[in-house]
């Protein structure tokens, strides 16, 4: 682990300042990501900043029925929220999903937001990685991706996204709100993650100096009718290798609406608009579950290990549309 200076912030304005003044800087929430990565020589922040005396560890409801959830927040307290189980039970159990009950009461709602990838080679500083280094490479194009992203990748980067809380924020429209140097501003979770593209060291359109304060989400009556399901290779501490959050609206057996993204299979929580579109006015059942399943990946792109997701990930988001269309 590199020299660093520490500095505990005591107000948002002091973090951003910090953050703003320095180039090199990290924020230390739960620290359950940074201080892997520190120990590993994969980050080398020059200072990191210590958040956890601001004053966002809170679950409120807002007038307008949405939830804002504290960017402090830790994971076990939100999956446990009397709210949260009640109105959008698939954040519940993708939280209660995610590693263990020890990281789960250390984990925030932020830095869950902003968790690295579990890719090896991003990992492994001996190896070459655009994510870690620009222009380095890629190792996992034609390394060991077995646990890669098969959708939203690119010639540079195939690493998949880790977060189990970030697949149902997706689906449900969720905004990320920041203050920074220049103020505040309401981030709209479809635009806050970047694919890879070219430059996949870049992952969120976070500006410098910008510190991530809460996380609202919409009210929306039919989450309450929705589930979130992982698939992984063994039944703890794991990171999936496809999970599906899906949430429905039925008139008697008719889909009025759907809400659906995946994860494990996608550089970003990967919503899936074209399978949202082929559930609406369908009679809810097996067959409908599984043409709107192929909808959602239609567009994927697989590599030597892991083609297998592609019917893993169909197959995933077909049961949870039927456990979620089981549901009273």
């Given at each position: ?115 690295r990838t579990r890719c090896y080679y991003f990992r492994d500083a001996a190896s070459p990685c655009n994510k870690r280094e620009p222009g380095a490479g890629c190792a996992a194009l034609h390394g ?34 920041v203050r920074g140097p220049k103020g505040e501003r309401a981030i709209p979770i479809a635009e806050f993650y970047v694919l890879p593209g070219d430059r996949p060291e870049r992952e969120t359109t ?12 919409p009210a929306t009556p039919f989450a309450t009718r929705s589930v979130y399901i992982k698939v992984r290779d063994r039944a703890s501490y794991a990171f999936a290798l496809a999970s599906a959050a ?83």
């Open positions: 682990m590199h020299p660093f200076e520490f500095h505990a912030a005591a107000t948002e304005d002091e973090a951003v300042a910090l953050l703003a003044s320095h180039e090199n800087a990290r924020l230390l929430a739960g620290g359950t990501t940074l201080v892997d990565l520190m120990k590993h020589d994969v980050e080398r922040p020059g200072h990191v900043v210590d958040i956890n005396a601001l004053a966002l560890a809170d679950v409120t409801e807002q007038s307008d029925g949405s939830l804002r959830i504290g960017a402090l927040v830790r994971n076990s307290d939100l999956a446990h929220h009397p709210l949260v189980r009640e109105r959008l039970p698939m954040l519940s159990q993708a939280l209660l999903a995610g590693a263990s009950g020890q990281l789960r009461n250390m984990a925030t709602t932020g830095g869950n937001l902003l968790q060991f991706n077995r646990i890669h992203a098969i959708l939203g990748g690119s010639e540079h980067c195939i690493a998949t996204h880790p977060s189990d809380m970030a697949v149902p924020l997706a689906a449900l429209d969720a905004v990320v709100r976070l500006a410098r100096g910008e510190l991530i304060t809460a996380v609202d989400i899906v949430a429905l609206e039925l008139d008697g057996k008719t889909i009025r609406d759907a809400r659906i993204a995946l994860g494990g299979v996608g550089t970003v929580p990967w919503r899936s608009r074209e399978a949202e579109q082929a559930l609406r006015g369908q009679k809810a059942g097996g067959e409908t579950y599984m043409r709107a399943a192929v909808a959602a990946l239609e567009g994927a792109a697989p590599h030597e290990h892991n083609a297998f997701k592609i019917e893993l990930a169909r197959r995933t988001l077909a049961r949870a549309l039927a456990r979620a269309g089981e549901l009273s």
